[in-house]
């Protein structure tokens, strides 16, 4: 098929910064959530083994020592199980020890949203994030009218997956889960990338300058630099352009693609 200018994509781990690390930054703002207390404060179910001191910037740094996947196997009896399983996993690493990218901590931020706000993660970054900055096309679990526009990942069980999320996990947990499932056109994804390059200039502010400085400032981990739910210099960096400048933040996905933003060069480079 074509591609159009208003094709549909599974952003695949975009979700974790365009979504779960700017919510959970949206809630440090409003005073709901500090970024340097432990996860177990807010989900008390998260502990044993070594969780209960993990701290919410650790998770947004990749840095909590938890696995990046726990098995597939462990999300096929449902949400509530998957997440019972996640509270009984034990640490590989010490806090703060490692780097491991991991969807699992994604998924325990976006759980942490969903009990603060008492919204889920698609109705909290749609209310939030989305509506105010008119992005009308992006979110979680897609209508069928942006289903008709989504490039198509690949197939399952013989059919193609157009408008469903393609990572098994997020798809077993109903299509809303902190690591995967968002879907947006370049045209949102620009309007979110201005948002957070001229802070309110253009569009409404999505974070204030403050909190926008405390989620984009690079931060260093045993592999590298990353910012709040953003990459910036680590091993999962190479879709960076090499003319970006030191300031810019962004982010990668399985499906095939890429984001970042540099406010030193007034730039959006989207890639899906």
């Known amino acids: 098929e074509v591609m159009t ?3 549909v994509f599974d952003l695949a781990s975009i979700t974790k ?7 959970v930054m949206h809630l440090f703002q409003e005073g709901k959530v500090d970024l340097d207390q432990p996860v177990s404060n807010y989900l008390p179910e998260f502990t044993g083994h070594g969780k209960e001191s993990i701290l919410v910037s650790e998770l947004l740094l990749h840095t909590g020592g938890l696995i990046p996947d726990n098995s597939l196997k462990d999300y096929q009896q449902g949400t509530q199980v998957a997440w019972e399983k996640i509270c009984n996993l034990e640490i590989t690493a010490n806090r703060g020890e490692r780097f491991m990218y991991s969807d699992v901590g994604f998924i325990v931020l976006g759980k942490l949203v969903e009990k603060i706000s008492g919204l889920n ?3 909290f970054t749609r209310q939030k994030i989305y509506a105010p900055l008119g992005m009308n096309e992006t979110g979680f679990l897609p209508a069928s009218e942006l289903k008709q ?6 197939k399952r069980q013989g059919q193609w997956m157009r408008g469903e ?9 109903d ?11 370049a045209r949102d994804l620009a309007i979110f990338g201005q948002s957070m390059l001229h ?13 926008f400085e405390v989620m984009t400032k690079p931060r260093e981990t045993p592999r590298g ?18 003319n970006l400048s030191d300031e810019a933040f962004g982010h990668g996905g399985f499906t095939g693609t890429v984001l970042w933003i540099d406010p030193t060069k007034d730039r959006v480079f989207v890639f899906l």
């Open 17 to 23: 910064p365009v979504a779960t690390a700017t919510a």
């Open 121 to 123: 993660l698609n109705q």
């Open 225 to 242: 630099t990353r910012t709040y739910g953003w990459d910036h210099r680590s091993p999962y960096s190479s879709n960076r352009g090499s």
């Open 175 to 185: 299509g809303i889960a902190g690591h995967a499932g968002l879907f947006s056109t």
């Open 5 to 7: 200018v208003d094709t």
């Open 149 to 154: 526009r989504a490039a198509a990942t690949e």
């Open 165 to 173: 999320v393609h990572d098994p996990r997020a798809y077993l947990m």
């Open 199 to 211: 802070q309110g200039e253009k569009h409404p502010m999505v974070l204030n300058p403050a909190n």
